[in-house]
């Protein structure tokens, strides 16, 4: 049974950092894009980031470019998402998936073919 498990979330202040981490079992996506995505409260799931099978290219969407990473381990089959300068925008579920990379309106995002449960993350202002 295939599972992305995720964790880190918690409550922490505007400004502060947060590191989540997903780790799949079940197959091995060492072939496979990785990304987040998050859903606020009376939102949309709207995509954070995907990072390539390979590492080696990694893509943001607008509103967390510059303060949050996402990197990749093959090896351990797990997918990070360092955020930092929190804001309380950034308030959501943060949810880790995995699937191919598509464009939708000319910006680079992931298709999910796979979703973790999901983890909550809360900033205070």
């Known amino acids: 049974q295939v599972q992305l498990v995720e964790s880190g979330g918690g409550l922490v202040q505007a400004g502060g950092s947060l590191r989540l981490s997903c780790a799949a079992s079940?197959?091995?996506?060492?072939?496979?894009?990785m990304g987040w995505f998050r859903q606020a409260p009376g939102k949309e799931r709207e995509f954070v980031a995907a990072?390539?099978?390979?590492?080696?290219?990694?893509y943001y969407a607008a509103s967390v470019r510059g303060r949050f990473t996402i990197s990749r381990d093959n090896a351990k089959n797990t997918v990070d998402l360092q955020m930092n300068s929190l804001e309380a925008e950034d308030t959501a579920v943060y949810y880790c998936?995995?699937?191919?990379?598509?464009?939708?309106?000319?910006?680079?995002?992931?298709?999910?073919?796979?979703w973790g449960q999901g983890t909550q993350v809360t900033v205070s202002s």
């Open positions: 998936a995995a699937g191919g990379l598509q464009m939708i309106k000319l910006v680079v995002t992931l298709r999910g073919d796979y």
């Open positions: 079940g197959r091995t996506f060492s072939r496979s894009a």
């Open positions: 990072i390539a099978w390979s590492g080696g290219s990694t």
